[in-house]
T-cell receptor
Framework: GQNIDQPTEMTATEGAIVQINCTYQ??????LFWYQQHAGEAPTFLSY??LDGLEEKGRFSSFLSRSKGYSYLLLKELQMKDSASYLC??????????WGAGTKLIIKP | GAVVSQHPSRVICKSGTSVKIECRSL??????MFWYRQFPKQSLMLMAT?????????EQGVEKDKFLINHASLTLSTLTVTSAHPEDSSFYIC?????????????FGEGSRLTVL
C-alpha cells in the first residue's frame, strides 16, 4: 500500500532550527510537496522536490532522497508564526497526491 | 502566485438542506480540481477529483449522490452537499492544478467551514 510517515508533533524554540522528516512508500513518484497549514486555514505551498538534493528558499529548505524514500523540511531562525502543521505529500504514478497526517510544530519563546 | 478563491468561507445550515460551495481559479485555467474534507486535527482527505467537462472521480467511501461535483468551466468547480446532516459538518477545501497530467503546483482555496445544525 501507499504510506507517508511523519512525526505527529514537534517542539522547538524561537530562533532555533528544526528538521521535520518524511518517509514515503508509494506506487511511483512524481515529486514531493511540503505545505504549511495554520489552524482553521487551508494549506499553503512551501516547496516541491522531484530531484535528489536540497532546495533552499529563504528560511525554509527541503531535501529529497528518492533512493531512500526520504525527505525533510528544515526551518531556520524559527519565529512564533511558524507554529503550524506541516504536511508532506507525494505525487504518485497517477499524479495523485498522497498526504501524510501532518506534523504539528509548536514554537516556544 | 496563482489564486484560488473559495466561497463561502463559512456556512451554517439546517439539517436536510443543501449547500453549494464554489471554487474558482482567478488567474489560470484549472483543468483539474480536487475537493478535500478535513476534520479537526486530522489531515486532508481527498473526496474527489474533477476534470473540466467530465464527470468527477470519487474516492472510495465518498457518496457521489450526496456530494455533487460540477466542473463546467476551466475556472469554476462546485461542490453541493445535498440533504446535509450534522455529521457532514467539516472543513471543505478545494485545490486546483493547471496541468491535467503533470507535476504542477497545487493551489488551495481558503476553505469553507460547514456547520449543519
Amino acid at each position: 500500500g501507499q504510506n507517508i510517515d511523519q512525526p505527529t508533533e514537534m517542539t522547538a524554540t524561537e530562533g532555533a532550527i528544526v528538521q521535520i522528516n518524511c518517509t514515503y512508500q508509494t506506487s511511483g513518484f512524481n515529486g514531493l510537496f511540503w505545505y504549511q497549514q495554520h489552524a482553521g486555514e487551508a494549506p499553503t505551498f512551501l516547496s516541491y522536490n522531484v530531484l535528489d538534493g536540497l532546495e533552499e528558499k529563504g528560511r525554509f529548505s527541503s531535501f529529497l532522497s528518492r533512493s531512500k524514500g526520504y525527505s525533510y523540511l528544515l526551518l531556520k531562525e524559527l519565529q512564533m508564526k511558524d507554529s503550524a502543521s506541516y504536511l508532506c505529500a507525494v505525487m504518485d504514478s497517477n499524479y495523485q497526491l498522497i498526504w501524510g497526517a501532518g506534523t504539528k510544530l509548536i514554537i516556544k519563546p | 502566485g496563482a489564486v484560488v478563491s473559495q466561497h463561502p468561507s463559512r456556512v451554517i445550515c439546517k439539517s436536510g438542506t443543501s449547500v453549494k460551495i464554489e471554487c474558482r481559479s482567478l488567474d489560470f485555467q484549472a483543468t483539474t480540481m480536487f475537493w478535500y474534507r478535513q476534520f479537526p486535527k486530522q489531515s486532508l482527505m481527498l473526496m474527489a477529483t474533477s476534470n473540466e467537462g467530465s464527470k468527477a472521480t470519487y474516492e472510495q467511501g465518498v457518496e457521489k449522490d450526496k456530494f455533487l461535483i460540477n466542473h463546467a468551466s476551466l475556472t469554476l468547480s462546485t461542490l453541493t452537499v445535498t440533504s446535509a446532516h450534522p455529521e457532514d459538518s467539516s472543513f471543505y477545501i478545494c485545490s486546483a492544478r493547471a496541468d491535467r497530467e503533470g507535476a504542477g503546483e497545487l493551489f488551495f482555496g481558503e476553505g469553507s467551514r460547514l456547520t449543519v445544525l
